[in-house]
C-alpha cells in the first residue's frame, strides 16, 4: 500500500492502521527526510514494514520521480492512499504554473495515479482511494478556469478540488471497467488536523477516527467488485448531485491528463 502525505494526521494514522492489519506500507512524504523520520515512528509504535517514499506533490517532476520510486519498491501494488491535501488562503502558483491546490489536491493524484497504473493492475485486487470532503458538496467546478484566475478563495479553491476527487474517481472508475482494479472517494469526517486548523480555525474529531473510511475502503474484502462510490463514515453514501456529471468526467479527465503531460 501506498499512502500519500503520510507524515503527520490522517494520512500518518491511515499508514498505522494499515500496518496494524499486516500491510507493507509505503509512507510517502515531501521530503526524504520527513519520510523516514515518520517510518521511524511508526516502527517504534508498530512492528511492521513501514517503507519511505518522497516527492513534492506541487511538481510534477517530483510527482514523476516519486512514481518511479514506488513501482521499484513495489511492482504489484495493492492500493494507493491519495490522502495528501493543501488549503491555501492566497492563490499561489505552483513551478508548474498551476494554483497550488488545484495542483497537489487534483493534478498531483491524478498523475500519480496514471504512472502507478501498471503495478495496481499487477496486484490480484488493486485500489486507488481518494481522499474527498464533504466539503466537494459546495465546490463549483469551472473547465474554463481550473487555476481559479477569475477570482480566488482559499474556501473555494479547496471545495472546488474536493469535488474534482469526486469526479475523477467515477471516471477512473469507468476507465478500470474490465481490471481487477478499483476506486473510491471519501469523506474522512471533519478531523483535527493542520489543514483543518488553518483553513477553517476548528478542531474536530480524532486522527483514529479520520483514517477509519480509509482503512475501510483500501481494505474492505466486500468491496472488491464495487468502484466509483463515495462513502463517509465506512459505508457508502450519495455525493452532491452535481458532483455526478459523466459529460464533465470525461471532459475534466482529457484536460487533466493534457496538463500533466500524458
Known sequence: MVVTGATDGIGLETARQLLQRGARVLVHG?????????CAKLQGEQPGRAEPVWGDLSRFDE????????????????GLVNNAGVFMNERVLSKDGHELTF????????????LLRPALE???QGRVVNVSSVAHGRGRVDLDDLDAARGFSGYGAYAASKQLNVHFTHELARRL???????????????TTKLLQAGFGMSGASVEAGARTSVYCATEPSLATVSGRYYSDAREVPCAPHANDPALERALWERSAALVGL
Do not use: S
Not at 515531501?30 to 515518520?38: C, G
Not at 495542483?103 to 496514471?114: I, K, M, R, S, W
Not at 471497467?177 to 478531523?191: C, D, E, Q, R, S
Open 122 to 124: 499487477a496486484a490480484p
Open 30 to 38: 515531501r521530503t526524504a527526510d520527513k519520510a523516514r523520520a515518520a
Open 103 to 114: 495542483q497537489v489536491n487534483h493534478l498531483a493524484p491524478f498523475l500519480l495515479t496514471a
Open 63 to 78: 510527482t514523476r520521480a516519486l512514481a518511479a520510486q514506488v513501482l521499484a519498491a513495489a511492482p504489484a501494488l495493492d
Open 177 to 191: 471497467a474490465g481490471t481487477k482494479v478499483t476506486a473510491y472517494a471519501l469523506h474522512p469526517g471533519v478531523i
